[in-house]
């Protein structure tokens, strides 16, 4: 696989959406923008019940956002259209009314842990280790923190965004709420993800719903605080620190 997609395919009233870039599953803002729109359409669905999200490969998730893009941000507006990527992926997988259930089949960094954060029920394998890396290169994970921090709560978020070179394993982020299970082999994880696709597939809707809203309460505002998070990114990816960290890992 050479080329970046978001596919989406309905069976049975279970609708896989994934995604790819051959860049370790590293998002740009186009991919992140048709991520947002499938999963949007997907909540809209009546022949959807039940939303598995996925990427496509055998290893990373999701290595974060587009690094290529990161660098060649020249000034505030760029760098709040560039942080609003994900920020919109998470908030359509916020609103949607469908349960999401999250397959993460390796290691996720940055925005990626964000999104995984967002599902509803998130299943993994052994070599899903997760790492918050962007105090690295002089910024921070303001724009996945509010998703991250619902699921590891705010001593757990805290502590992988200070530790912001380790990985740390799926079994700690089973430990701390993030994921549900953890499986040896991506063969009975994704088992796993079809067994609990196939059950909620069966339960009511309205229901579904109707709990999703209660799982999701007091994150309302968060159209408008991913959006005030994105523009601290943005304006701290243009500081002479960050400009001079980025040349190095070029």
Not at 4 to 27: D, G, M, R
Not at 123 to 128: D, G, H, N, P, Q
Not at 151 to 164: H, P
């Amino acid at each position: 696989m050479t080329a970046a997609y978001v596919k989406t395919t309905t069976e049975h009233q279970i609708t896989t959406i994934e995604f790819f870039h051959p860049a370790h599953n590293s998002l740009p803002s186009d991919v992140l923008a048709d991520l947002a729109n499938a999963i949007q359409s997907a909540g809209q669905d009546e022949n959807t019940k039940v939303i598995i999200l996925k990427s496509g490969g055998e290893r990373t998730f999701c290595a974060g956002a587009s690094f290529k893009e990161l660098v060649a941000i020249e000034n505030e507006e760029q760098g709040l259209e560039f942080f609003s990527g994900f920020a919109n992926v998470i908030n359509a997988m916020r609103k949607c009314p469908k349960f999401i259930i999250g397959r993460v089949q390796g290691k996720t960094v940055g925005g990626g842990v964000g999104v995984a954060s967002a599902t509803d029920y998130c299943f993994a394998t052994k070599y899903a280790a997760i790492k918050l890396s962007e105090l690295n290169i002089g910024i921070g994970p303001f724009v996945v923190g509010p998703a991250v921090q619902r699921k590891l709560g705010l001593s757990g978020m805290s502590q992988i965004a200070i530790n912001a070179n380790e990985f740390y394993t799926p079994e700690w982020a089973k430990e701390n709420g993030l994921f549900a299970e953890v499986f040896d082999t991506t063969e009975d994880m994704d088992k796993a993800v079809m067994e609990r696709a196939k059950a909620l597939a069966q339960y009511n809707p309205d229901a579904m719903a109707e709990m999703k809203k209660m799982f999701w309460s007091g994150c309302e505002d968060w159209d408008q605080l991913l959006t005030e998070r994105a523009k601290i990114s943005g304006r701290l990816v243009l500081s002479d620190f960050t400009k001079e960290t980025l040349k190095r890992f070029k």
